[in-house]
């Protein structure tokens, strides 16, 4: 099941629930900025975190499988937060 799988009501919660997932994220590198740790000391630890967490939920074989994605989500601006020139 993906998230076009489920009912509006449950999407704008579970939309809901991943926009607090990040503001605790984005939150986290702000402190650690603060406390004056590098961002991409950071954002290497985090994606790190993240990587064991979902091969702890789901298993190697199935994040291998999503990270096989991640470069043209990267490319098409997936994760950008700015417009593309």
């Known amino acids: 099941m993906n998230e076009t799988d489920l009912p509006l009501s449950e999407l704008q919660e579970l939309s809901a629930i991943k926009q607090a997932a990040l ?12 406390d004056g740790l590098d961002a991409d000391c950071m954002a290497q630890a ?18 291998a499988e999503y990270a096989q994605g991640l470069p043209d989500k990267i490319r098409s601006g997936g994760f950008s937060t700015s417009l593309k020139h």
């Open 23 to 34: 503001n605790y994220v984005t939150e986290a590198f702000a402190e650690a900025e603060f």
């Open 46 to 63: 985090a994606l790190f975190a993240a990587f064991m967490e979902l091969v702890t939920t789901y298993g190697e074989e199935a994040v």
